[in-house]
């Protein structure tokens, strides 16, 4: 039996990776996800993810105690000396990362059970405009615990009990400064050389295959394979949009890094005979945004099978799930302990993702 717990895991750790994600063809964004877990033994006690325009480029985790290339731009690079660097960042991590939630379990009155402390931080650039931004969350358990607010390098405490914590960083001026420094000139610096390196990947477009799958009154209208993410799609009736019985889902990341997105209608059999039903998916290509039409085959409604398929040309929004998601994900489902995730942000400068709660 899947524990309610272990499905806000799944839940919380793929919000905390959509939250933030380009806004355009022209924004940049770079991202680390740093999250640690105790009390389930099938996955790391610490992972590090970092994402590029929310694409996975690097990896660590306590297990291979190793910062690992994701991309093959990341890997044709950078050398020796950026890979020991990195690797010894994140290792420095894992005792804090442990420390911590120790220290939130006694907070909490907690004594067992599974439990997590997570950190997602970054910066965005506007090629265009020359805008940034930036953003640092920390997440225990599922729950949005402290918000860095960069503008005013104060700490936004979201619980009582993160109280605590927020005197305790504000109080740390290097950390304060570490932060300002980091997110104003570090990040973005990174942000461009990496944007650079990975130009070819990064900017590349690709089309999406659209499928109708329709099984009695549920009508599945799926959209795969397409590059960037940014993709619309709406189910018509007779020409006009449709709002009820229709459920969209979230974009989601294929494991060669192209994404899928679907939207699932919802009506009766003697509806298809009498009412034209159509699925449009959008998607943005530069300037242009291109919808292809589907039209349902009415003469079989109860068919389980493929009934539609097109390829359309598309341009993805954003970038959901990451290899470390991934197989955090497989073994959770597997998994029958209690288990809660949190979402939050990280700082690539040792000193700040190296303070306790």
């Known amino acids: 039996m899947v524990n309610r717990r272990k499905m806000k895991v799944v839940a919380v750790l793929l919000l905390g990776l959509c939250c933030f994600h380009q806004t355009s063809g022209d924004t940049h964004s770079m991202k680390y996800i740093l999250t640690g877990v105790k009390g389930i033994s099938e996955i790391p006690e610490y992972t590090s993810v970092g994402l590029v325009d929310d694409m996975p480029f690097v990896y660590f985790d306590s297990n291979i105690n190793r910062m690992i290339p994701k991309t093959k731009w990341i890997e044709e690079n950078e050398g020796k000396d950026y890979w020991d660097s990195e690797s010894q960042r994140e290792g420095g991590f894992v005792p804090t990362y442990k420390a911590s939630i120790q220290i939130l379990m006694e907070r909490f009155n907690q004594s067992t059970g599974v439990h997590t402390w997570q950190r997602m931080y970054g910066c965005q650039w506007d090629d265009k405009s020359g805008a940034t931004d930036g953003f640092d969350q920390w997440g225990y358990d599922g729950e949005d615990f402290v918000i860095l607010d960069l503008k005013n390098l104060q700490v936004i405490a979201t619980t009582p009990e993160s109280v605590i914590t927020k005197h305790k960083w504000e ?187």
């Open 171 to 357: 109080n740390n001026r290097g950390w304060i400064e570490t932060e300002r420094n980091y997110f104003t000139t570090l990040c973005l610096d990174w942000l461009k050389k990496y944007v650079q390196y990975g130009s070819s990947t990064l900017e590349r477009k690709v089309r999406p295959e659209v499928t109708l799958l329709q099984k009695d009154s549920r009508v599945v209208c799926h959209a795969t394979g397409f590059y960037p993410e940014g993709v619309m799609i709406t189910w018509k009736k007779d020409g006009e949009e449709m709002h009820e019985d229709v459920d969209v889902g979230e974009t989601l990341t294929n494991e060669d890094g192209t994404f899928q997105k679907r939207a699932v209608l919802t009506v009766s059999p003697e509806e298809f005979k009498n009412r034209k039903y159509t699925c449009e998916v959008a998607h943005k290509s530069g300037e242009t945004l291109i919808v292809d039409k589907i039209e349902i085959q009415r003469s079989n409604p109860d068919s389980s099978v493929p009934i539609g398929t097109i390829i359309g040309v598309v341009v993805p929004i954003a970038l959901i799930a990451i290899v470390a998601v991934v197989l955090i994900l497989r073994k959770i489902r597997n998994a029958d302990n209690k288990a809660g995730f949190s979402r939050a942000n990280a700082e690539d400068s040792s000193q700040a993702s190296s303070e306790k709660a």
